[in-house]
T-cell receptor, first 114, second 114 residues
C-alpha cells in the first residue's frame, strides 16, 4: 500500500523567511496530494492541494510543487508570519470519486519566530 | 465549505466504559469518515461511514471496538467501546461534499482514558 514520508519533523524559521516541507510517496497510482495545517486544539485545515496533471500550484504565499517521476511533492511558504506556526501534514490519495483513502505523512511542526 | 461540528470536544473516561462521539454537518455530504490521531502522531483512517449500511473499516479496526452509524447524509456517530488507556487519542470526523471534492475535518474529540 501507499506510504508517505514527510521531512523535516520540526522546522524553525525567522519571520519573513521561507519554509519548505517535503514529502515522498511510494504508490505511483496516487494522483492527489493535499496539504493540511493543524493548529493547537483544532482539526486539520486544508490549505492547498494538487493533482498529478499539474506540476505547481500557488495560492498567495503558499505553493505546492509535484515531481511525479521522483514521487515527491513539496510545500513552500514565503514571507512566513507567526500565525503560520502550526503542524503541517501532507497526504497522498486517488482523485476521482472519494479521497477517503488519504495516507498522511507524520507531520512537520513549523515555528515562526518574530 | 461545510461546517462540521463534533461533540463532545473532549472527555475523560474510565477504562472499560464506552463513549459515543457525534459528527453533525450543516449540509448534505456524500462521504463521511472517522480518523484517529494519537498524541503527537499523524492521522489514521478508522472507517468510512456509509449512509444506511455498515461502515467500511480499515485494517486494524473492527466494528466491535468502533461501531459507527450514519442514519442520514448529515450525521454520523463513532462509539469507542470498552476503552483502555491506549484509546486515548483525538478522534476526527471528516467529510467530502461531493465527488472529487477535498476532505474537510471537524475540530475533533480529545479523549483521555484513565
Amino acid at each position: 500500500g501507499e506510504n508517505v514520508e514527510q521531512h523535516p519533523s520540526t522546522l524553525s524559521v525567522q519571520e519573513g523567511d521561507s519554509a519548505v516541507i517535503k514529502c515522498t510517496y511510494s504508490d505511483s497510482a496516487s494522483n492527489y496530494f493535499p496539504w493540511y495545517k493543524q493548529e493547537l486544539g483544532k482539526g486539520p485545515q486544508l490549505i492547498i492541494d494538487i493533482r498529478s496533471n499539474v506540476g505547481e500550484k500557488k495560492d498567495q504565499r503558499i505553493a505546492v510543487t509535484l515531481n511525479k517521476t521522483a514521487k515527491h511533492f513539496s510545500l513552500h511558504i514565503t514571507e512566513t508570519q507567526p500565525e503560520d506556526s502550526a503542524v503541517y501534514f501532507c497526504a497522498a490519495g486517488n482523485y476521482g470519486g472519494s479521497q477517503g483513502n488519504l495516507i498522511f505523512g507524520k507531520g512537520t511542526k513549523l515555528s515562526v519566530k518574530p | 465549505s461545510a461546517v462540521i461540528s463534533q461533540k463532545p470536544s473532549r472527555d475523560i473516561c474510565q477504562r472499560g466504559t464506552s463513549l459515543t462521539i457525534q459528527c453533525q454537518v450543516d449540509s448534505q455530504v456524500t462521504m463521511m469518515f472517522w480518523y484517529r490521531q494519537q498524541p503527537g502522531q499523524s492521522l489514521t483512517l478508522i472507517a468510512t461511514a456509509n449512509q444506511g449500511s455498515e461502515a467500511t473499516y480499515e485494517s486494524g479496526f473492527v466494528i466491535d471496538k468502533f461501531p459507527i452509524s450514519r442514519p442520514n447524509l448529515t450525521f454520523s456517530t463513532l462509539t469507542v467501546s470498552n476503552m483502555s488507556p491506549e484509546d486515548s487519542s483525538i478522534y476526527l470526523c471528516s467529510v467530502e461534499t461531493g465527488p472529487d471534492q477535498p476532505q474537510h475535518f471537524g475540530d475533533g474529540t480529545r479523549l483521555s482514558i484513565l
